[in-house]
């Protein structure tokens, strides 16, 4: 697999080797046993060593809910803010400071319910920001009502007669503001999760990664149809880029495009003509869109990198226009805008 | 109106003092804008000066409407005035419906010149006159001098071949022109600004300077207006001088400051009336460091200006009171991580949407206690367009210093009214200190300044500084996540002894008047003008009255308490229904009265005046 997107936004690598217990901070993690968060922290964590991130010029920002504890347990800096206004502090420390990397971590909730305005605008700016939204369809630290993204006809304390409420698809929305890379992992497949991680870190501009993640108290085994080992290969869709979309066991079923439909279709003896090709980096979302929709029972549910491109940034054109007045301008001269265009003297 | 009679080209000039115009038309008749050019020409002249912008909150009410009526008004004069005038002399009219609504202002003997075109049937019944007021002799007790603008304008822009709806868009300019000839203003301000805002347009350019040339020369050689005004130079300290606004003041202070401590400036905003000149402002100076970001609503203009002070900017957000209601959960973020911003709020008539355009005081008890649990924040209020500059420096030298949020109240009146501003040095201008740690070892991210209480500005990218912050209470010294009881009163008591403890570091309240004797008049912010000419004119008929205008809300000024023991009344004038008074009352026990009015205005100094009489009765 090769990796599109430039490394230029990358924090130089850290002057001293760092290892992931590095990353790990002093605080006593206080998620249920068992929790999915545990995994997605240690991978994050393993990441930020693999790529050799100095600590310093990492940043954690979070909002509120079980995934927004996040920061407390990163060795680096970290911010818990409000409850779903996470990506509007990301977005204000990267105007400020671009050179840092800042990492947005949210829910389900936090990030689509209450916070849904910012996540599509931030994704929609392709602002230099990495999103990660663990998705466990439930509200865990209030303690277990429905959620935007549980399925239909839910029973949650709020809800005792079922939702009825249709649920969002994160990467529906973030694909549908046109973010720049948008992806899906697991909290129960450590070696994809890397992989996606590793390649939002290495992205030029807002990185979008949905994962789902297992609430064991109010939501347990939500995922366990799709990412559960014994049957992920019938349920689930590996996407790579180049790669003819093929899943099952050995490879005997594949995606094929019916017109403006997918439709599953066996695959005789190995063979992929006519299959769909996975191309993360078309220009236009429109594919990457139709397998976001995809779901069970009547197609695998994709996983991997649905999308990634190259646009410019907010924060790189933000400088690019604060040069270019700079050049034409000459540096300000404060002296001078207080005068303004019109003054009198007073003798 | 005083007159001295003198000799000026074969015509009589008479001297005034002061005078106070009013241009008013439908809002697409660009009144705002011959107002700002004759304001510019009056600044060169030397005056003095105070302007009211009144202008509808719909941008085109329908055509000829009473809605669709914008006013600006200024007031000059050869010697110091405080405020926009409490009515005009001199009424502009381009319609019948700007006459309608204006005329209840003007006093008896008023001068009111018309645009007699457009006194037609269609508009006279669209502002609801049943009656042609030209020829009912409803104006009898005014000076009227009806001039054909309409078709006067089109006589004179005849040659340029220009359409019938261009040409008749310049007529603004020669209602302008006559109005320069009448009180003897030069031109060439004007002209200059027309031919470089058309440069690209020659046409509109020769055309507009054309119409504004014919209007001085109808003045200059009709005889049909005998009312010719001399206005001679104010007497005011030397040197360079400036026309400036609240909103272009306040824009350039936090540009100020931002140089004076080092800094970037981050302005985070989302477009509202009456705070988004501070955003255009504040766009055009990239190449002075400043980085806007129009957000996607006000709490993520917050929330990236909270971001931004994490990162080390000078960090500054600005709306009206309906967004501080969204952001208040925010500013208590703020509060809570102890990082300093600064938020502007352009007061305007409330609750609600309420009066987008006008002015009002209302959002004091928002600014201190709007928000949930024990929240508090410093605040400070400007009190003139010029003083938006150094409320700014300072709103930022206290945020910094005491590491917290900084409101800072101006208002719709401030934000849009002019005046001559005296241009500072930047030399004379005082540096902000600020300082980061480096220190690496055991950090402490809440380990206070003993002084100060504030704790350290750490900044991401810093190695061995790394830190959590955020929302939840917060352990004293180490910064950790702390649930302890004990911890959580101590640290309220702290965040609210660190704003207090600001009161050891700003200026005294200073009266203006006698400091001991019969009334202190109390104000704040916008109404200061009013408030100044309305106690001096108190003084001038011998009462015993001062006037104190606090600049900084939150803490008070320490010697605050004493100052208004000195006197036997002490009477709170605001735009509200008595915020800072009961602010006073609760703070000081004593029995202050309140002055207040709540409709969208500023205070007349007439009405001030009545006020302080009552309250001496």
Known sequence: MSVTTTTSTMAPPAAKPVSKADFVSGQDVRWCPGCGDYAILAQVQKTMADLQFPRENVVFISGIGCSSRFPYYMNTYGFHSIHGRAPTLATGLKIARPELSVWVVTGDGDGLSIGGNHLVHTIRRNVDLKILLFNNQIYGLTKGQYSPTSEQGKKTKSTPFGTIDYPISPLCVALGVEGTFVARTTDTDLKHMAMVLERAARHKGTAFVEIYQNCVIFNDGAFKGITEKSVRPEHALFLEHGRPMLFGKDGTRGIRLDGVHPEVVQTAGGKTDGLCVHDERAAEPTLAYMLSRMRNPDYPVPFGVFRAIERPTYDGMLLDQENQATAKLGAGDLQKLLKGPETWEVK | MSNVTQTHSGKKLHKLEKVAVRFAGDSGDGMQLVGGKFTETTAICGNDFATLPDFPAEIRAPTGSLPGVSGFQIHFSSHDIYTPGDAPDVLIAMNPAALKVNLKDLPENGIIVLNQDAFSDTNLKKAGYTSNPLEDGSLKRFRVYPVPVGRLNAEALSKLGLPKKDAERCKNFFALGLIYWMFDRPLDSTIGWIKDKFKKVPGIADANEAALKAGYFYGETTELIPEHYEIPQARVAPGLYRKISGNEAAALGFVAAAQLAGKQLFYGSYPITPASDILHELAIHKNLGVRTFQAEDEIAAIGATIGAAFGGALALTGTSGPGVALKSEAIGLAVMTELPLVIVNVQRGGPSTGLPTKTEQADLLQAMYG????????????????????????????????????????????????????????????????????????????????????????????????????????????????????????????????????????????????????????????????????????????????????????????????????????LVAELNCGQLLSMIRAKYLIDAKGLNKVKGKPFQVVEVLRGIEEAMR
Request: aromatic fraction near 6%.
């Open chain 2, 371 to 570: 928000r949930n649990g024990e929240c508090p924040m410093i605040i400070v209020a400007p009190a003139t367009p010029g003083e938006c500059f150094h409320m700014a420096i300072e709103a930022a030298r206290l945020a910094v210093k005491y590491m917290g949020p900084v409101m800072f109240l101006s208002d719709g009146f401030l934000a849009n009214s002019a005046e001559p501003w005296q241009v500072p040095r930047v030399e004379d201008l005082p540096r902000i200190d600020v300082h980061h740690p480096t220190v690496e070892g055991h950090f402490q991210p809440y380990l206070r300044n003993p002084e100060t209480l504030a704790r350290p500005w750490a900044l991401p990218g810093t190695p061995g500084l790394e830190h959590r912050i955020g929302g939840l209470e917060k352990e004293d010294g180490s910064g950790n996540v702390s649930y302890d009881a004990e911890n959580h009163q101590h640290m309220i008591h702290t965040r609210a002894a660190k704003v207090a403890g600001a009161a050891k570091d700003i200026p005294p309240a200073k009266v203006a008047g006698p400091d001991h004797g019969e009334l202190l008049l109390v104000g704040w912010g916008g109404t200061y003008g009013a408030l100044r000419a309305a106690a001096e004119e108190a003084r001038a008929k011998g009462k015993s009255v001062a006037h104190l205008h606090l600049r900084h809300l939150n803490p008070f000024p320490a010697n605050l308490g004493d100052v208004l023991t000195n006197y036997k009344r002490v």
